[in-house]
């Protein structure tokens, strides 16, 4: 069974900082990893899908790398914002045919 | 268009009532999920559909019926609910969910579901 887990829980930084959320998982077999932010009391937003096959992937200020072998997955924020503030969550997808979710990194950017 | 829409938003029923939830997209997306979520936790897994087939079913109890009547619609009826499923129920949609398939998943923003 898929264990996800994210490091830190937590995470209150001012404004301006660069910052890494971390995301790691017990079984390397998998198709892709995906990267959502929630903000509270909403639905999930899509940030970046990485494949099994790719290493990085970026989107504007952010960017995601994916060592599949070891089980890991950082998103890379740079320049953070008070608008970043949200819970940011990562699921790899397995062959089992289903995403399997962290517990989340909550993140506050203050201004 | 990468819109996920779900009804409604909110949504208070009693133990022995009969409700549903309805989610829609337009992306011409074959996959569709189920998602529960308790306050502070992550999504758990509850329904996939497949091309309008049910392909996953994380052994969710009887009380929760989905349906999927055509491959935009995707609906959950509830019956005769406990407190504890109190919960944002939220919908997602990927355009397939098989390997090498591009499966990267949208959401709607969900239904809280409140069981007195």
């Known amino acids: 069974k898929q264990e996800v887990t994210q490091i830190p829980a937590a995470l209150s930084v001012p404004e301006g900082e660069n910052l890494v959320l971390n995301c790691s998982f017990t079984d390397s077999a998998i198709y892709n990893l995906q990267w959502f932010r929630q903000d509270p009391g909403k639905g999930l937003t899509s940030l970046l899908l990485i494949q099994s096959s790719q290493r990085e992937q970026t989107s504007g200020r952010l960017n995601a790398s994916l060592d599949k072998s070891s089980g890991r997955s950082t998103l890379y924020i740079a320049a953070s914002q008070p608008g970043d503030s949200a819970t940011y969550l990562c699921a790899p997808y397995g062959n089992a045919g289903k995403s399997t979710f962290g517990d989340g990194t909550t993140l506050t950017v203050k201004p | 268009d990468t819109e996920v829409t779900q009804t409604p938003k909110h949504l208070v029923m009693g133990m022995t009532n009969k409700k549903s939830l309805k989610c829609e997209q337009h992306?011409?997306?074959?996959?569709m999920y189920w998602y529960k979520q308790k306050a502070k936790k992550p999504p758990e897994l509850m329904f996939v559909y497949s091309y309008e087939k049910l392909s996953i079913n994380e052994s969710v109890p009887s009380r929760f019926s989905p349906e999927c009547p055509n491959s935009s619609l995707l609906n959950l009826h509830l019956h005769a609910l406990q407190p504890e499923d109190s919960a944002l129920y939220l919908c997602?949609?990927?355009?397939?969910?098989?390997?090498?398939?591009?499966?990267?998943?949208?959401f709607g923003p969900g239904t809280r579901l409140t069981v007195l």
């Open positions: 997602a949609s990927s355009q397939g969910a098989l390997a090498g398939v591009n499966n990267e998943q949208f």
């Open positions: 992306m011409g997306h074959r996959a």
